[in-house]
């Protein structure tokens, strides 16, 4: 890894994968600043520091990216930061725990077999959380900060958190995804972010390789927004009920 700050930007969150990959990188310690997992098809053991994708043909995409560099042994070391807007509660496609299996919901689900890789993971709340190693690769999601349901004013104040108190110290690679489908319009906010980032690490900012949409999911995204969010909420709503 680079000794020089970098701040590299993508559209697709997919994307980190694909240059990480490139990179030669194994066993990356990475804070994954998102409202969503990005783990969808992982299993994990927590008290056992293990994990499983649980179908091997599942297509690296923007829910599945994390769960890819885990399986590959890329990413050895995995903290999901979220606030309550966030986490798995309001998370389609989420990661499971070995924990969840004992749930009605889940019972059908099965360990695969194999010891799987290793794995250090965790969950931090965002109101917790401090970046306090530098060599720790920091991947945000803009879906963080401008989610919908979020109000600007809330947005803006976690946005100097961050800039302020959060980075303890400077990680030297940052990775930071518009994920235009999961924010608020307006690429003008996202950019005016990524400079204060840059300039509060001291560092360049570098737009990386795009990596290629899979055709799945392709009908959600061509519906409007509007209608993306509410049949979103509505799925949420009946998968709170369902595994409560």
């Known amino acids: 890894m680079s000794s020089f700050p970098v701040v590299h930007t993508c559209d697709e969150h997919s994307s980190v994968y694909y240059h990480l990959v490139a990179s030669g990188a194994r066993g990356v310690s990475l804070t994954h600043l998102d409202a969503h997992c990005d783990l969808k098809g992982t299993l994990i053991d927590r008290n056992a520091g293990r994990a499983w994708l649980r179908r091997a043909d599942l297509p690296v995409s923007p829910s599945t990216y994390l769960s890819h560099l885990v399986a590959e042994g890329i990413a050895g070391e995995v903290e999901w930061v979220h606030d309550e807007v966030g986490g798995r509660p309001n998370d389609l496609g989420t990661v499971l725990y070995t924990s969840d299996l004992t749930r009605l919901a889940y019972l059908m689900v099965r360990r695969p077999a194999g010891p799987g890789v290793a794995i250090t993971y965790g969950e931090t709340d965002f109101a917790a959380w401090r970046q306090r190693d530098a060599e720790c690769v920091l991947d945000i999601d803009w879906d963080f900060f401008a989610d919908w349901r979020k109000t600007e004013e809330r947005s803006s104040r976690e946005i100097e958190l961050l800039l302020g108190e959060k980075l303890e110290l400077a990680p030297r690679r940052v990775y930071v995804a518009y994920s235009s489908q999961y924010s608020r ?13 840059a300039q509060r690490l001291g560092a360049r900012v570098e737009a990386i390789p795009e990596a290629p949409i899979p055709s799945a999911g392709g009908f959600a995204r061509a519906l409007p927004p509007v209608l993306r969010r509410a049949l979103r909420a509505s799925a949420l709503r009946l998968k709170r009920v369902w595994f409560r």
């Open 185 to 197: 319009p307006g690429r003008a906010a996202y950019d005016e972010f990524v400079r204060r980032l």
